[in-house]
């Protein structure tokens, strides 16, 4: 379609300015189609960034629901389905929308810093679970009937996927997802339940417990802490 339209344009002006004009729809149109698959990253790329974050927190959206309903499943109810409940969970959250690494560091906050690779790779491994079970606690505990999606709030790089809990006693409880850029796409770093972020909450608790224990103190009592949820 370009090609038959600079053929067209040819017959009008000059051959040199429909050179320079092919030049620049040829430059307009890889722009738009950078930014709708997140090649451009910088500089005027940034104007399609809300094309390219609605694609993805659609994704996102289809990622919470289908975690949602694996929580609120009828056959996977109780104590006794809690081990199968979660990993389904996991199979759904791992592999997708969780940036686990943004929300480790946020979650350590100053002690990140100084931290081994492998310290950070064990963390990262530890807190992952340790958020995921967190969260599912939450949810599980609202006796859910249904999830409703409220209006997502866009602060480039920055969103919030906002949704509302509707428990089966017909109480409502906001439940929201913060996303931040993560090279090519993006992922959630942090849940917010009724106004508390659970990374904020277990950055007070780690400060506090390596206030009085050494870094590997703290992993091993955490790592216990995930094998008794388990």
Known sequence: MTSIAMLSIGHLI?????????????TAV???????VGIARSGSSYHYRPMILSLTLEQIRGTISRGIAV?????LQGDAKKKERRALLRKE?????????????????????????EEKREFIEVFR?????SYASKIEGYKVEKLVFNQDVMDLPYAEVRTKIVTTGGKQYD????????????????IVIEGV????????QFAEMLS??????????????VKTAA
């Open 71 to 75: 929580l609120i499943r009828p056959d």
């Open 14 to 26: 000059p051959s040199d300015a429909t050179a320079v004009l092919k030049e620049i729809v040829l």
């Open 212 to 225: 009085r224990y050494s870094f590997g103190e703290m992993m091993e009592l955490l790592r216990e802490n």
């Open 129 to 133: 679970e340790l958020l995921v079970n």
């Open 197 to 204: 972020s659970l990374v904020n909450s277990y950055r007070s």
């Open 175 to 190: 439940v929201n997802y913060r996303v931040s850029e993560n090279v090519d796409c993006w992922r959630i770093c942090d």
């Open 30 to 36: 890889f722009f738009v189609v950078a930014s709708l």
């Open 93 to 117: 959250l791992y592999p997708r929308c969780f940036d686990f690494e943004e929300s480790s560091r946020c979650a350590l906050g100053v002690n990140w810093k100084g931290r081994t690779s």
